[in-house]
């Protein structure tokens, strides 16, 4: 299928508004002009017949007659119009140098009009081609009571005034050429304009395909296509994050497998080409089974995370106190707070505070924050818990430890899966980056969220919220 140009369904679409607009202008202009002319010269007629009429009374008045034929003639000349005289007859008695002298003693032939100037009105008429003008004309009765005359008749051909109109059209189509010319050309460079950006996008969107995440495109304005080019670069900004927690995560990964693995393998291959002797056997075979253990937490936090993720979290929602899980959790992290000697802090909003939840997957939310805490923070440090209820049916949970804390660009990405902190890496030799992934996804399945707020060097703080019980 032939690919139809962006660009040239543009300038299509442009230059088909402007030929439909401009066709339908100059009909209407036309129409409009023509009407507007003909009134004109109409009007310029009138004009001139009144000041016959006046120059006419007044050669009666003084008795110069004589003159009255040469002054005919040079007002036909000025006007482009012939002038008839007529009686109360509607019979011809005097006419311009420019008409057939046989005209005169002829009568009118067109009784409206006469009868109007009789009656003292201004009239007009266009007449046909026929026996009394050898051409249409435009013709303006003006009444005249002077002598035998009684109406004085302006004649113009309208050949002529037709004549002039098509030049005057002629002039008008030629710089509306020159218009679409110029439109031809205008629609061509806005198209090109308004597409660059968009061949531009497709250009990088093909090697981003190919796996170059770094392509960005340049924004030229600030309008909606501006919006998209940032659009198009947030997008691309994100694949390549994701791209690079992807490596981080494999390379992560691969070494969190390695080590054990080789461990493993070491001490298994020591025990059976018997360099290590049985009564020291059930020690490495207890740090093998510790390895073996270590692989299996890293792999269920892998399948978990794909499952959370996937939609797939089923929740055994129950009513149950928080205090109490609270608790629990704290003593089961009573090894590393004493070996750590750090102290733990932790203040009830409640002295029993229901909520309605998946007990489990909130004791991994708890367990998570509260061993993130203690492994960053200093010996001697303290960790705090504390619970706050809102006006909201919901109650606040809060975990602040006064460790390495976290820097603001790392709390952009700290819930993102796979991703660890640069400052929490010799720290966190054993994790995988994907706790908190969990912990925002347990949550998230719950319909509720966290929060974090940390400053480097003074702690970090989290806070997640929970539905009370009704």
Same mark, same amino acid.
């Given at each position: 299928?032939?690919?139809?140009? *962006?660009?040239?369904?543009q300038?299509m ?13 100059s ?20 004009e001139?017949g ?14 110069s ?15 482009s119009?012939?002038i ?17 002298? #046989?005209? *005169? ?14 009656d ?15 051409t249409p004309?435009?013709?303006v ?12 008749f ?5 050949p002529?005034?037709?004549e002039?109109?098509?030049e ?15 439109? *031809? ?5 806005v198209?090109?304009r ?5 061949m ?21 304005s600030m ?15 994100s ?28 001490f ?29 937490r890293?792999?269920e936090? *892998? ?14 929602e ?12 704290i ?17 009830y909003a ?11 997957k909130i004791?991994r939310?708890?367990? #998570? ?11 001697e ?5 504390e ?6 049916k ?19 990405y ?11 890496? #010799? ?15 347990f949550?998230?399945a719950?319909?509720e969220?966290?929060t974090?707020?940390s400053?480097?060097g003074?702690?970090?703080?989290f ?8």
């Amino acid at each position: 299928m032939k690919r139809k140009s *962006i660009v040239k369904k543009q300038m299509m679409l442009y230059l088909g508004t402007i030929a439909a607009s401009v066709v339908i202008l100059s009909v209407v202009l036309s129409m409009v002009y023509t009407r507007h002319y003909m009134n004109e010269k109409r009007d310029e007629l009138i004009e001139q017949g009144q000041k016959i009429a006046a120059a006419i009374t007044k050669a009666y008045r003084t008795g110069s007659l004589s003159n009255l034929s040469y002054e005919l003639q040079v007002l036909e000349d000025y006007m482009s119009a012939g002038i008839l005289m007529t009686n109360d007859s509607g019979v011809v008695v005097m006419i311009s140098p420019g008409f057939d002298e #046989n005209m *005169i003693g002829e009568v009118m032939a067109y009784e409206e009009l006469v009868q109007g100037v009789l009656d003292g009105n201004i009239v007009s008429i266009e007449t046909k081609q026929g026996w009394f003008f050898d051409t249409p004309m435009l013709v303006v009765g003006y009444p005249l009571t002077v002598g035998q005359m009684a109406g004085i008749f302006m004649c113009r051909p309208i050949p002529k005034l037709e004549e002039s109109l098509r030049e005057m059209y002629a002039m008008g189509l030629v710089s509306l050429f020159f218009v679409f010319l110029i439109a *031809i050309a205008v629609s061509y460079m806005v198209s090109k304009r308004m597409t660059k950006p968009l061949m531009e996008m497709n250009r990088a969107a093909k090697i981003i395909a190919d796996g170059d995440f770094e392509q960005r495109v340049t924004i030229g304005s600030m309008d909606e296509m501006g919006e998209l080019a940032e659009s198009f670069n947030h997008m691309a900004e994100s694949l390549e994050q994701n791209d690079k927690k992807r490596r981080d995560f494999i390379a992560n990964v691969s070494h969190d497998l390695r080590s054990p693995l080789t461990s493993m393998q070491g001490f298994l291959t020591a025990m059976l080409d018997g360099t290590v002797p049985p009564e020291k056997q059930e020690k490495y075979l207890r740090i093998v089974l510790q390895e073996t253990a270590r692989l299996t937490r890293l792999t269920e936090g *892998i399948v978990e995370l794909s499952r959370a993720q996937s939609s797939r979290i089923l929740l055994d929602e129950t009513e149950f106190d928080l205090n109490d899980l609270i608790r629990e959790n704290i003593a089961v992290l009573e090894p590393q707070l004493n070996e750590k000697h750090v102290g733990i802090k932790v203040i009830y909003a409640e002295k029993e505070t229901a909520v309605f939840g998946d007990r489990d997957k909130i004791s991994r939310v708890i367990q #998570n924050l509260l061993g993130n805490a203690v492994k960053f923070s200093h010996p001697e440090g303290v960790v705090e818990v504390e619970t706050t209820l809102t006006d909201k049916k919901k109650v606040l949970v809060s975990i602040k430890d006064e460790g390495i804390g976290i820097s603001e660009e790392d709390q952009k990405y700290i819930f993102d899966r796979f991703y660890k902190a640069d400052a929490t890496r #010799n720290e966190d030799k054993q994790g995988s980056g994907i706790g908190l992934a969990i912990v925002r996804e347990f949550l998230l399945a719950h319909g509720e969220s966290i929060t974090v707020k940390s400053e480097e060097g003074k702690g970090s703080t989290f806070v997640f919220s929970l539905k009370l019980a009704e």
